[in-house]
C-alpha cells in the first residue's frame, strides 16, 4: 500500500508501551443483530475498559514520552474521550494535565475528566473553539499539545486495534469505523490495508457533522460553519489536511448517516447486544441500517468505540426510537 504517516513496526511496539487493561478487547460475533441487519456481524468492544472508549491506547503512548521529558505539562482539546483518557495516563505518570472543553459537553464526560485529576478549563463554543483555547495555552506555557488525529501517537495507539482485529478475527469483508478526527480510521485503516488488503475499510460520520466525509470525497479540506449531531465524538469541523491524506490512502469509502439511523443503532445495540453506548458507537450498525443490500451475505466488523453517555438523553433517544 502506498506510505501514510504511519508506520506498522512502530504500532505493533506501541503494544508494549499502552497498559494491558487497554489492550486485546473483546471481538466476537454478535448472532443476535444479525437477523435485523441481513450480514454477519462482529463487534470489537472497545468501551471494556477504565475510560469506557479507545482513546487512551494513543495518550499512553503520548504520556510515556512526557514521563522521559524534562517537561511533564501537557494540554488537550477534547470533546470529552480524549481528556478522560489523557487525565488517565497523566495520573499514572505524575503529569499535570490541563483539558479544554466546550461547557456543552457531555456532562458526565466533564466529571469524569475532573474525577481523574486533571485540571478543566470550559469555554463557550463548540470543539473548534476549545482547540484553539488549548493551542493558545500550550504556546503562553510553552507546553506539549496534544491534538488528537494530527498527533502520530493517536494515530498509533488506535492502530493497535487494527492489529487485533486481524490477528483474532475469521476472514471479514469489511470494517466500519466511526470517523471524526480520523485517529481510528487512519489507525485501524492502515492495519487492514498492509495486513488484510481485500478487506473495505468504510469510515462513517453523521450527516449533521459531515467535514472529513466531504474532504474525502473531495480530496480536498472541506471546512463547515457548524456541526450538528447527537454524536459529540465525531463532531468536528476543520479537517487536518496529514489526517485527510492518509485517510484518502486507506478508506474505501466514506459514508454519511442520518440522526433516526444512529438512534436505531443504538437501540439495535442494546436490545441485541445488551450494550449501552454513545452514539458515535453506532455509527457503523446506522450505516449497515442505511444500506443493506450493500452488506447481505457479508461479514462486517464494527467497532464499538465509546459508551460515555448521559443517561437521561441516552433514554430519550432509545425511547423515542420506539416510536
Not at 459537553?105 to 485529576?117: M, Q, S, Y
Not at 449533521?208 to 473531495?218: D, H, K, M, V, Y
Request: proline residues 4%; neutral net charge.
Amino acid at each position: 500500500m502506498p506510505e501514510t504517516r504511519l508506520d506498522t513496526a512502530r504500532i505493533r511496539a506501541a503494544r508494549r508501551v499502552i497498559d494491558p487493561v487497554f489492550l486485546d478487547t473483546p471481538l466476537y460475533r454478535c448472532e443476535a443483530l444479525e437477523p435485523g441487519l441481513g450480514c454477519a456481524v462482529s463487534i470489537k468492544l472497545e468501551t471494556a475498559n477504565p475510560i469506557r472508549s479507545f482513546k487512551a491506547r494513543g495518550t499512553e503512548l503520548v504520556a510515556s514520552r512526557l514521563a522521559d521529558s524534562a517537561s511533564r505539562a501537557v494540554v488537550c482539546a477534547s470533546a470529552g474521550n480524549l481528556g478522560q483518557a489523557l487525565a488517565w495516563s497523566g495520573r499514572r505518570r505524575g503529569l499535570d494535565v490541563t483539558v479544554v472543553a466546550s461547557r456543552f459537553a457531555t456532562r458526565v464526560k466533564l466529571d469524569r475528566i475532573r474525577a481523574l485529576g486533571a485540571k478543566l478549563e470550559l469555554v463557550d463554543g463548540d470543539h473548534e473553539t476549545a482547540r484553539e483555547r488549548a493551542a493558545a495555552i500550550a504556546r503562553y506555557d510553552r507546553i506539549r499539545l496534544v491534538e488528537d488525529s494530527p498527533d502520530i501517537e493517536t494515530c498509533e495507539g488506535a492502530a493497535t486495534i487494527g492489529l487485533e482485529l486481524v490477528d483474532t478475527a475469521p476472514s471479514f469483508d469489511a470494517v466500519l469505523i466511526a470517523l471524526g478526527g480520523g485517529a481510528l480510521a487512519t489507525g485501524v485503516g492502515h492495519v487492514v490495508k498492509a495486513l488484510v488488503p481485500g478487506a473495505e475499510v468504510i469510515c462513517v460520520q453523521p450527516l449533521g457533522a459531515p467535514a472529513l466525509t466531504l474532504s474525502w470525497r473531495q480530496r480536498r479540506v472541506v471546512t463547515t460553519d457548524s456541526a450538528d449531531t447527537i454524536a459529540d465524538g465525531v463532531a468536528g469541523r476543520h479537517p487536518i489536511p496529514a489526517v485527510l491524506d492518509d485517510l484518502l490512502l486507506v478508506a474505501d469509502d466514506a459514508v454519511l448517516v442520518r440522526e433516526e439511523s444512529i438512534v436505531a443503532g443504538m437501540r439495535l445495540l442494546l436490545n441485541h447486544a445488551g450494550l449501552v453506548v454513545e452514539p458515535s458507537a453506532a455509527l457503523g450498525i446506522a450505516a449497515i441500517l442505511e444500506d443493506p443490500d450493500r452488506f447481505a451475505g457479508r461479514h462486517v466488523v464494527t467497532i464499538v468505540c465509546g459508551s460515555n453517555v448521559d443517561v437521561d438523553a441516552y433514554h430519550r433517544w432509545v425511547s423515542a426510537a420506539r416510536r
